[in-house]
C-alpha cells in the first residue's frame, strides 16, 4: 500500500528537486528552532498556562517559534504556515508548514530531555515532509517521499513487531482528560494489560520519531493537533511504517488522533482500540471538535 505522502508528492506536481529543497528548508528550520531550546533549557524565567489546565507555554516556545517563521520566510515566502503559538498565516497555494516549536513543553519545564522542535509540510491537508530537532538528544529526524527517513545519518526503519503481546507502544493524554470520558485511560490500560508495556513519551513528535525508528512499536493518541503531527506521520510512513485513523481508514490530520505502527501490528492495535471503547457508538475516524 502507498505511502498517503508518496501519493501526495505524486499528485502535487512537485519535482523532485522541490522536494529536495524544501526538505532541506524543513531540516534548518527545525534546527534553529531546536538551537532556540537548547539555549533556554533550564533558564526558564516564566512558565504559564495559555487557556487550558496542564498546557504549558514558554519563553522558549515563543522564542523558537520565531526563529523558525523567520527562516521559513526567508526561504519560502510563497507559502502559508500554521503554527502553535502565532496561528495561521495564509498564502495562495496548496501548500502549508505545520510548525510546532516545542513538542513536549511540560517535559521541557521540568528539564526532561524529551522535547522537540517540529516542522512539517502539508500538501492539500496531507502530511508531505518534515523534521523534527531533538536537542536534549542531540539528534535530527527528518523525512520526504523519494529520500526516506532518517535520523542523523542513519536511515530509519519500522519494527517488523508481529503480534501485541512483543509490543513495546507508546500514547499520551490530551488537555481534556479530566473532563471527557472518552480521555484514553481505557486505551491505555487494555494495551498495557496484553502488551510488554505501554510508554507516555510527552512528546508525540518525538513518540512517531521512536516508532519510525523502531524504538517503539506503535503508537495512537487523540486530541492532537495538525502541528503535532505533521513531521511524525511522515517519518512514520517513510520507514516503512502505516498510519492511519483509529479503525483504519485513512488519516485525517484535523481528527486529532493517530494509529501508527508496522503493517503486521496494525490489525491488533485497530482491535484493540475497538474493543476497549469507552464511549457506546463513538467513532474512531470522525474529527474531534475540541481537540487541542
Known amino acids: 500500500m502507498k505511502a498517503a505522502s508518496t501519493a501526495a508528492y505524486e499528485q502535487s506536481g512537485l519535482s523532485s528537486g522541490d522536494i529536495e529543497h524544501l526538505s532541506a528548508v524543513a531540516r534548518r528550520a527545525a534546527e534553529v528552532g531546536g538551537e532556540q531550546l537548547r539555549q533556554h533549557f533550564g533558564r526558564l524565567q516564566q ?7 496542564g498546557d504549558l507555554v514558554t519563553e522558549a516556545d515563543h522564542a523558537a517559534e520565531a526563529a523558525v517563521l523567520a527562516l521559513l520566510e526567508a526561504e519560502t515566502p510563497q507559502i502559508g504556515v500554521l503554527a502553535e503559538e502565532s496561528g495561521r498565516r495564509s498564502r495562495p497555494g496548496e501548500l502549508e508548514w505545520c510548525v510546532d516549536p516545542l513538542d513536549g513543553t511540560t517535559n521541557y519545564a521540568h528539564s526532561y530531555p524529551l522535547f522537540a522542535t517540529s516542522v512539517g509540510l502539508c ?26 527517513s532518517w535520523c542523523n545519518g542513519s536511515r530509519l526503519a519500522v519494527s517488523n513487531c508481529p503480534s501485541l503481546e512483543q509490543a513495546l507502544l507508546v500514547t499520551g493524554f490530551a ?13 491505555f490500560a487494555w ?16 513518540d512517531l520519531a521512536f516508532v519510525a525508528a523502531g524504538k517503539l512499536d506503535g503508537i495512537w493518541e487523540r486530541g492532537l493537533s ?20 483509529y479503525d483504519g481508514s485513512a488519516f485525517v490530520i484535523d481528527s486529532g488522533r493517530i494509529l501508527a505502527c508496522g503493517a503486521t501490528l496494525q490489525p491488533a492495535l485497530i482491535e484493540g482500540l475497538a474493543s476497549c471503547r469507552p ?6 475516524g470522525a474529527p474531534e471538535l475540541d481537540s487541542p
Open 47 to 53: 512558565v504559564r498556562e495559555k487557556g487550558r489546565s
Open 123 to 148: 500538501w492539500r491537508g496531507q502530511p508531505l515532509l518534515g523534521a523534527l530537532a531533538a536537542p536534549g538528544l542531540e539528534q535530527l529526524y527528518w523525512a520526504a517521499p523519494g529520500l526516506g
Open 175 to 187: 488537555y481534556d482528560r479530566r473532563s471527557r470520558l472518552d480521555n484514553n485511560y481505557a486505551e
Open 191 to 206: 494495551f498495557t494489560h496484553r502488551s510488554q508495556g505501554v510508554r507516555r513519551g510527552g512528546s508525540v513528535a518525538l
Open 226 to 245: 495538525p502541528w503535532d503531527l505533521a513531521a511524525g506521520a511522515v517519518l512514520v510512513e517513510q520507514a516503512g511504517g502505516v498510519v492511519s485513523a
Open 279 to 284: 464511549l457506546a457508538g463513538a467513532s474512531y
